[in-house]
């Protein structure tokens, strides 16, 4: 069988969670969570990075950073994880669904205007697969508009827009390290912050609404309860297994890039003969090979597909059930505008295996069984 992900493990992990253990110190913000923090820093260039308990956890931070109140709107995609919108939901929030562009399947730049109101406080674009939304456009809508910006690039380290890091673009970015990213601690996330205003308070969310942080830090003399927080931070071994990950970065993301592309290159026959659609990657974005999809006729095409592949020993995978159309996400949210390729484009969608250190012979299989089943039908 050919599963569907395998988080990737750099051999590292280990040995990092056995200095934690020798330590005797286990909670958060110890050694591997600075280093973990400094890495994203330099990596990303933003002012500041928190590691996170997931990105669930920092998309939920963005929004008590972004100040969002009851009855205030938030502009995101439907074609996303429940978290995307969740975050915001808990704080009153009002979802407004924009549709996406079918090429990307990331929010269509050109509708969001007509989505935003009075009320709209925030825009939360949604990087899909790795593969940027147009920031240049949105950013210039959020400052038109005085709008916070809050990426959802949970899929994306190692992704840029015209060469900048997905996450440190908008005001705020959100990571994820759960297990079936391509980076991975079981479950983890990070907060980038690209303006200093946000730190210090994000600090205090983190830590329970306290300025625990500034206390360790020598620049109070106790420590206090401040502000509104919760409890954002991981345990040092969650960190310590990041950190092995991190060091293993570009290894881990060329690898993956060799499989994508095999992928591409082998099923390309299959997209000229008008059978199936391929990814598109804008030519300003670089992507970080998060998953590797294709896209059948429809609905019925695909739930066939996927029962083919299931019987070759191959697990392939749908994605997300548009938000909108969830009972949650009838209460909490709305469309605005006409649903043209959300639904439809979700229906198409087939996600292939994708991991670290999947073997050609593998991506073959996968390749020659999707052969096999359009020859058949
Ligand atoms: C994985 C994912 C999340 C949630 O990440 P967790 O770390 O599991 O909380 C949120 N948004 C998107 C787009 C994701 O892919």
Not at 167 to 186: D, L, Q, W
Not at 235 to 246: D, G, K
């Amino acid at each position: 069988m050919i599963p569907f992900n395998r988080p990737a493990v750099t051999g590292k992990e280990t040995t990092y969670i056995q200095e934690v253990v020798a330590s005797r110190r286990l909670c958060g913000d110890g050694p591997f969570t600075k280093r973990c923090s400094e890495w994203l820093e330099n990596y990303s260039q933003t002012r500041k990075a928190l590691i996170t308990t997931s990105c669930t956890h920092a998309l939920e931070m963005t929004a008590i950073l972004a100040d969002i109140q009851p009855g205030d709107e938030v502009i995101m995609p439907s074609f996303t994880f429940v978290s995307t919108a969740n975050a915001f939901v808990l704080r009153g929030a009002k979802i407004v669904f924009v549709d996406i562009r079918p090429d990307t399947l990331n929010l269509d730049e050109t509708l969001i205007e007509s989505a935003i109101t009075p009320r709209t406080k925030a825009i939360v674009p949604v990087h899909y697969a790795g593969v940027s939304c147009e920031m240049d456009a949105i950013m210039d809508l959020a400052n038109r508009y005085e709008l916070k910006v809050i990426e959802d690039a949970a899929q994306c380290l190692m992704s840029t827009y015209k060469e900048r890091p997905l996450g440190s673009i908008g005001h705020m970015g959100c990571f994820s390290f759960h297990e079936t990213k391509n980076y991975n601690c079981g479950e983890g996330g990070a907060l980038l912050l690209n303006e200093t205003r946000f730190a210090g308070r994000a600090e205090i969310v983190r830590e329970k609404g306290t300025n625990r942080s500034r206390f360790f830090r020598g620049q109070v003399d106790k420590y206090t309860w401040v502000d509104v927080g919760s409890s954002y931070l991981p345990s040092e071994m969650n960190a310590a297994y990041l950190m092995a990950q991190f060091d293993h970065a570009d290894a881990i993301n060329s690898d993956r890039l060799a499989s994508w592309n095999r992928y591409y290159e082998g099923l390309r026959g299959l997209e000229e003969k008008g059978r199936i659609t391929l990814p598109s990657i804008p030519n300003h974005c670089k992507h970080n090979s998060h998953l590797f999809y294709i896209k059948t006729r429809d609905l019925e095409e695909r739930t066939d597909l996927l029962l083919y592949l299931k019987e070759k020993g191959i697990s392939a995978a749908f994605h997300y059930v548009p938000l909108h159309s969830s009972p949650a996400g009838v209460s909490f949210g709305s469309f605005q505008g006409e649903d043209r390729f959300t639904t439809r484009e979700s229906e198409r969608l087939v996600r292939l295996p994708l991991y670290y250190q999947l073997r050609k012979d593998e991506a073959d299989q996968v390749i020659d069984s999707i052969y096999s089943y359009y020859e058949s039908n």
